[in-house]
């Protein structure tokens, strides 16, 4: 395999296969990327489930479609995500959950850690009933994953691309934490000059807004001479 190729495995209920194909037909029109979009591309006559993990140990990013159908499913909720979360926590890929359906998200420990696609947390169902360019929303957020996966997340600078943030999405999670696990919590954040700081703050205030963690988020700028 080219160096620069990388192996992509969609996660999602066999009930939202709908959005899985879709999905699927924007990735294929990228660069350097192989999909697998869960059971369907195996083999017929293999044994599935090791398969699976076969596939999930060589993925580089692995993109959640979320639903009730998806959080409700055993397999995925005890062995996929599992499986996933140990290959995350070791710095092995990079995930994106893409709510496809209205469900209790925000009550799953691991996914509610990321920032989530759509980026208003609506879901894919929601977004096309309304009549919404679903295919432009899909295209935005594939090309947000192509140009992940194509640079070095060593020292990665935080930035937005196609309204999205990427990058040091750890420092992101380590300060809510200390925001939300400490009653007076102090939070403070130095680095060189563009490497995100700032970027990163406001992503944080923003999600926290958006989960109703703070009733208000003030901002201070101070200019020094």
Same mark, same amino acid.
């Given at each position: 395999m080219d160096k620069n190729e990388k192996n992509i495995f969609i996660s999602y209920s066999h009930q939202d296969e709908k959005w899985a194909r879709r999905i699927k037909k924007h990735l294929k029109g990228l660069n350097f990327i192989n999909v697998v979009a869960s059971y369907k591309d195996i083999p017929i006559g293999t044994k599935w489930e090791s398969e699976i993990y076969t596939i =999930?140990?060589?993925s580089d990013i692995v993109i959640l479609l979320v639903s009730a159908n998806f959080l409700s499913s055993n397999f995925i909720r005890n062995m996929e995500l599992e499986w996933i979360e140990k290959r995350y926590k070791k710095d092995e890929i990079r995930v994106f959950p893409i709510i496809v359906g209205e469900c209790s998200w925000k009550n799953n420990e691991f996914i509610r850690r990321f920032q989530v696609l759509p980026k208003n947390g609506k879901s894919l169902n929601?977004?096309?009933?309304?009549? $919404?360019?679903?295919?432009?929303? +899909?295209? %935005?957020?594939v090309e947000s994953i192509e140009y992940i996966s194509s640079i070095d997340n060593t020292g990665m600078t935080a930035r937005i691309v196609n309204d999205y943030f990427i990058g040091r999405e750890k420092e992101k999670q380590q300060i809510e934490n200390i925001l939300l696990e400490n009653k007076k919590p102090i939070c403070e954040i130095w680095g060189k000059a563009g490497i995100g700081k700032t970027s990163i703050i406001r992503e944080v205030a923003n %999600? +926290? $807004?958006?989960?109703?963690?703070?009733?208000?988020?003030?901002? =201070?700028?101070?200019?020094?001479d």
């Open positions: =999930l140990d060589k929601e977004i096309d009933m309304m009549g $919404k360019d679903i295919d432009k929303i +899909l295209k %935005d957020m %999600d +926290l $807004k958006a989960k109703n963690k703070f009733e208000d988020i003030i901002w =201070l700028n101070f200019n020094y």
